[in-house]
């Protein structure tokens, strides 16, 4: 499967239509190279058709004209030219006929002997005509039953006035954020007596780019409550609606806002890694691998289960493992012959592990950690949380950090009461979690490729992250545990 020229058109033109909007009818380079964009997108999503319906139209208006037409005018439209039998219309054709017909109607003697009634339903017919082949050329299809679900400072305190039966509550701040792939978050503060302070809705988007794990609000809220109630530091998730009767569109969760900010992205901190840092983080990944199994969640998805708990590790990774490749091969993506081969690498070195499995966040990392005062106040975004190897958190923060303060930030999860991980196990998870994001970013490209989703970043993230993701996968598996491999630079 390829990106089809059709939907980057589309997507490049959603893209430039917010920013150059204001431009509109002033000819700006911006709004010149939008309208140069829409004619290219309706030629490739409808150019095939375009010429015969075209042809067709300017056929039937020319009978039209030479029925209504005097004797000297009908004997000069019988000479503009009409469709070639058997020739598909192509833009020339159009165009010989189009400037065939010009000629007639800008001779004055044609016309001549035309009342004047007659000459201006002659001038009515070629207007309605030509007003309605101009637009067909830019005009893309649009949905007239598309519902407006943007959520508005407006619309959520309308919501929150009606959910707390409060008349005088007020949203008093309201900002989305922007960014990232996966679920809509906005940042609001609110003034009222049933619920006050800052606030955080977490909202699914439309159509999901990943559609497993814990990627909907539904299944993530139960997750972090059962962490939150079980005294980790996870957001205080209040409520989830899944009717939102007010709000028309996916669901969300709101959560209390917690202190402090992220200490970093998905690649790095934003900061030297500190003693404070290494705290920080090793510890709040012990607190999250020694919580005791969260059996009150039950059968939540195919990876947080009962019946998990008590496996091996191996066990639970091979069938973790499992279960994304066929994920990915029941959804549509972009072949790829080199990320099968690696998931047969992967099954066939799942290492065997001491202990059972624990609760794993499968993201974590310095962008998912808010901080404040050196402390850890919650850790976000748990949409790939799964029962697995704790080795899998490690390996993610190993990719992130690189060799800087290792053997510091080991000893320190050590003392927090994570257990010993052999290089071996955490090799494997470093290779695993870019396979897992090779995954993930090739099936965001399906859901833009198919159309689901018409975000040009999800394009951008096939083309230029996937190829990263196996290259570093790859490189890790040819140095091996004891090996270098290069630093991978996103």
């Given at each position: 499967?390829?990106?089809?020229?059709?939907?980057?058109?589309?997507?490049?033109?959603?893209?430039?239509?917010?920013?150059?909007?204001?431009?509109?009818?002033?000819?700006?380079?911006?709004?010149?190279?939008?309208?140069?964009?829409?004619?290219?997108?309706?030629?490739?999503?409808?150019?095939?058709?375009?010429?015969?319906?075209?042809?067709?139209?300017?056929?039937?208006?020319?009978?039209?004209?030479?029925?209504?037409?005097?004797?000297?005018?009908?004997?000069r439209l019988a000479s503009v030219g009409g469709a070639v039998d058997g020739q598909p219309?192509?833009?020339?054709?159009?165009?010989?006929?189009?400037?065939?017909?010009?000629?007639?109607?800008?001779?004055?003697?044609?016309?001549?002997?035309?009342?004047?009634?007659?000459?201006?339903?002659?001038?009515?017919?070629?207007?309605?005509?030509?007003?309605?082949?101009?637009?067909?050329?830019?005009?893309?299809?649009?949905?007239?039953?598309?519902?407006?679900?943007?959520?508005?400072?407006?619309?959520f305190e309308t919501y929150l006035r009606d959910r707390f039966a409060e008349p005088e509550l007020s949203v008093t701040e309201f900002r989305p954020l922007s960014g990232g792939f996966g679920k809509q978050t906005i940042l609001l503060?609110?003034?009222?007596?049933?619920?006050?302070?800052?606030?955080?809705?977490?909202?699914?988007?439309?159509?999901?780019?990943?559609?497993?794990?814990?990627?909907?609000?539904?299944i993530e809220y139960p997750v972090i409550r059962a962490a939150f109630d079980r005294g980790f530091p996870a957001p205080d998730a209040l409520w989830i609606d899944t009717e939102h009767r007010l709000l028309p569109g996916p669901d969300f969760l709101v959560m209390r806002m917690a202190a402090g900010k992220t200490g970093g992205n998905v690649f790095h901190s934003t900061e030297v890694?500190?003693?404070?840092?290494?705290?920080?983080?090793?510890?709040?990944?012990?607190?999250?691998?020694t919580l005791p199994p969260l059996t009150e969640l039950g059968d939540l998805t195919n990876s947080i289960r009962t019946d998990l708990w008590s496996l091996s590790m191996a066990e639970t990774t091979r069938r973790y493992i499992t279960d994304w490749r066929s994920y990915f091969m029941a959804h549509a993506h972009n072949p790829s012959?080199?990320?099968?081969a690696l998931y047969r690498w992967m099954l066939a070195n799942v290492p065997e592990a001491p202990d059972r499995p624990v609760l794993v966040h499968g993201d974590i990392g310095f962008h998912n950690m808010l901080i404040d005062n050196g402390q850890l106040t919650a850790l976000v975004d748990w949409e790939f949380a799964h029962i697995g190897d704790p080795a899998e958190d490690l390996?993610?923060?190993?990719?992130?950090?690189?060799?800087?303060?290792?053997?510091?930030?080991?000893?320190?999860?050590?003392?927090?009461?994570?257990?010993d991980i052999e290089p071996a196990r955490l090799h494997f998870f470093r290779i695993w979690q870019h396979v897992r994001n090779a995954s993930?970013?090739?099936l965001s490209m399906g859901k833009f490729q198919t159309g689901e989703i018409p975000d040009l970043k999800l394009a951008y993230t096939g083309h230029y992250h996937f190829p990263l993701f196996i290259q570093a996968a790859w490189d890790l598996i040819e140095a091996g545990p004891e090996g270098t491999a290069p630093t991978v630079n996103y």
């Open positions: 499967m390829f990106v089809k020229p059709e939907q980057l058109l589309r997507s490049l033109l959603n893209e430039l239509s917010v920013h150059f909007a204001q431009d509109r009818g002033e000819a700006s380079v911006g709004q010149s190279a939008t309208s140069a964009i829409r004619l290219l997108a309706v030629d490739q999503h409808d150019g095939a058709a375009m010429g015969p319906r075209r042809r067709k139209a300017l056929d039937a208006l020319i009978d039209e004209l030479k029925s209504d037409a005097s004797p000297a005018l009908a004997v219309p192509t833009r020339e054709t159009i165009a010989t006929t189009l400037a065939a017909l010009e000629t007639v109607i800008a001779d004055d003697a044609v016309t001549a002997d035309l009342p004047e009634a007659a000459r201006m339903e002659l001038l009515r017919k070629l207007a309605a005509w030509e007003v309605a082949d101009r637009r067909a050329l830019i005009d893309l299809d649009s949905d007239p039953d598309a519902i407006d679900i943007e959520v508005t400072r407006e619309r503060s609110v003034s009222g007596t049933a619920i006050d302070g800052p606030l955080v809705i977490r909202r699914d988007p439309v159509v999901p780019t990943v559609d497993n794990d814990c990627h909907r609000v539904a890694l500190s003693d404070s840092l290494v705290e920080v983080l090793a510890s709040g990944v012990a607190g999250l691998h012959p080199t990320l099968m390996g993610s923060i190993r990719n992130a950090l690189g060799a800087e303060r290792w053997d510091a930030i080991m000893e320190k999860y050590r003392a927090g009461g994570g257990p993930a970013s090739n």
